[in-house]
């Protein structure tokens, strides 16, 4: 593949912020696809937590579904704990840790996951305290409000802005590598960047395809 990496010393870092809930698949799938071509261009990504438990509250959805986002909010509300207490720069990591655990291990349980994670990390043990109670729920809902507030009510995660264009997806799967990445960055990069531009889709046919760890 042609060397497609940018000069930093003479360009400006584009500027992406890219919101997911730690559980949504799809949403793992677009965050490796991002880390992908930040391999190869100049990306500033900031990484922001959005909750399906919030976006998907007073819907009429099944009542098993329903408990499991409601369980699962442990995991936004934990990295929103370790935001609040480390910074910004920790919630990548954070993200990293728990994707493997749940999307590669397929480990369900938060009670396992999130001690696991946090022993990884070097984190504190007490920020598991916070997953389980509503404390960190102000700071989370907010987080999830910046990112649907830009794209509009109906759609899911993730939410990606770049240079404060912002769109859902894309839903890939698997992420693609290479120049494959980049050419897809660039298309979809272009596509939102249209005023009037709104909405591309079709039927999947592949679940999450995920990279063996």
Known sequence: MTDTA??????????????FDPTCP???MTSRWVGEVAQHRDLDVTWHVMSLFVLNEGQDIPEQYKEALATNQVYSRLVTAARLRHGQEIVKPLYDALGEQIHH?????????????LGQLGLEADLADAAWTDETDTAMRASHKDGIDRVGEDVGTPVIAVDGVAFFGPVISPAPKGQQALDLWDGVVAAARYPGFFELKRSRTVGPVFDTV
């Open 6 to 19: 940018v000069d930093n010393s003479t360009t400006t870092p584009t500027a992406v912020d890219f919101w």
């Open 26 to 28: 799809w949403a793992w």
């Open 105 to 117: 291990r397929q480990q369900k349980d938060p009670s396992e996951v999130v001690p696991e994670v």
